[in-house]
């Protein structure tokens, strides 16, 4: 059995692997996709039809189509990182619209098989997590295409080139990381928001919760997660219900996200601290 919450970079692990596991940490920390500040990145998220409850709208262009009623959706992901030269280069591919990842899908994937038949440096998997927004826009996929990960289908959602360099610190709880995004969230009134607070004031909204870490996490239980949290000087959780819609967006093509010790991601808002 795959244990998925071994180290991304066993102290075996060759350097410059251990640096291909670094950025698949990072890219795995901006999930779903983002990449850091001196890489590039295609892709912004799930789209197009699936057998999900989700309504999809679609749009033509390159700033994509959107999603309604994504609140509470469940997905899957799998990032494949491959060295080349001082670039690391990483395909995320998504279950988002095609299947909600169920359990005896997510089984059977086999890292250690992706690996070897992708000729990869690493593979990471990424779920089950649950989306918190209501409504994606500007959400387009790389490749509509499904590609079965044992049993399971997945679309090629993304890729993210990230420079060696830029990834020797490899990802932590609680470090704001700037990713290149242009796909904006849109959170509808009346209906309840998780956040992180920073020490200067800056709110992030959860954007998807995780039960790779915890297990027992469950939409019902988010409004405590603040108790159970192992908050670092200055930080805070704060849940409240929003009375007007918000829209949580990238800007000029990059957002800043964060993941808490639990592995659920939060975007910065632009509401004024």
Same mark, same amino acid.
């Given at each position: 059995?795959?244990?998925?919450?071994a180290p991304l970079a066993p102290p075996s692990l060759h350097p410059a692997r251990a640096l291909a596991c670094a950025a698949l940490g990072l890219a795995f920390t901006a999930a779903t996709l983002g990449c850091g500040s001196s890489a590039s990145s295609t892709g912004t998220g799930g789209a197009g039809g699936g057998t999900t409850s989700s309504t999809t709208t679609t749009s033509s262009g390159a700033g994509g189509g959107s999603v309604s009623d994504v609140r509470g959706d469940r997905y899957c992901e799998v990032l494949i990182g491959k060295l080349s030269g001082a670039?690391?280069? +990483?395909?995320?591919?998504?279950?988002?619209? *095609?299947? =909600?990842?169920?359990?005896?899908?997510?089984?059977?994937?086999?890292?250690?098989? +992706?690996?070897?038949?992708?000729?990869?440096?690493?593979? +990471? @998997? /990424?779920? !089950?997590? &649950?989306?918190?927004?209501?409504?994606?826009?500007?959400?387009?996929?790389?490749? !509509?295409?499904?590609?079965?990960?044992?049993?399971?289908?997945?679309? *090629?959602?993304?890729? @993210? =080139? *990230?420079?060696?360099?830029?990834?020797?610190?490899?990802?932590?709880?609680?470090? %704001?990381?700037?990713?290149?995004?242009?796909?904006?969230? +849109? &959170?509808?009134?009346?209906?309840?928001?998780?956040?992180?607070?920073?020490?200067?004031?800056?709110?992030?909204?959860?954007?998807?919760?995780?039960?790779?870490? /915890?297990?027992?996490?469950?939409?019902?239980?988010?409004?405590? *997660?603040?108790?159970?949290?192992? @908050?670092?000087?200055?930080?805070?959780? #704060?849940?409240?219900?929003?009375?007007?819609? $918000?829209?949580?967006?990238?800007?000029?093509?990059?957002?800043?996200?964060? #993941?808490?010790?639990?592995?659920?991601?939060? #975007? $910065?808002?632009? #509401?004024? %601290?």
């Open positions: 059995m795959i244990n998925r919450n670039t690391v280069h +990483i395909e995320v591919y998504n279950t988002y619209l *095609l299947n =909600d990842c169920p359990a005896a899908g997510w089984a059977s994937v086999d890292a250690a098989a +992706i690996k070897a038949e992708e000729m990869a440096d690493v593979v +990471i @998997l /990424n779920g !089950p997590r &649950y989306w918190m927004m209501d409504v994606f826009e500007k959400s387009a996929l790389i490749d !509509p295409t499904p590609h079965a990960f044992g049993t399971l289908d997945m679309r *090629l959602a993304g890729t @993210l =080139d *990230l420079a060696v360099a830029d990834v020797k610190g490899g990802a932590s709880a609680y470090v %704001p990381r700037e990713v290149e995004r242009t796909t904006s969230w +849109i &959170y509808q009134a009346n209906k309840p928001v998780f956040e992180l607070v920073d020490p200067a004031g800056r709110i992030f909204d959860m954007q998807s919760y995780s039960v790779q870490t /915890n297990a027992t996490q469950t939409m019902d239980t988010l409004a405590d *997660l603040g108790g159970a949290l192992t @908050l670092p000087a200055g930080w805070k959780f #704060q849940t409240r219900t929003l009375t007007a819609d $918000l829209t949580v967006t990238a800007v000029d093509g990059k957002a800043t996200v964060v #993941q808490d010790d639990f592995a659920n991601t939060y #975007q $910065l808002s632009q #509401q004024a %601290p």
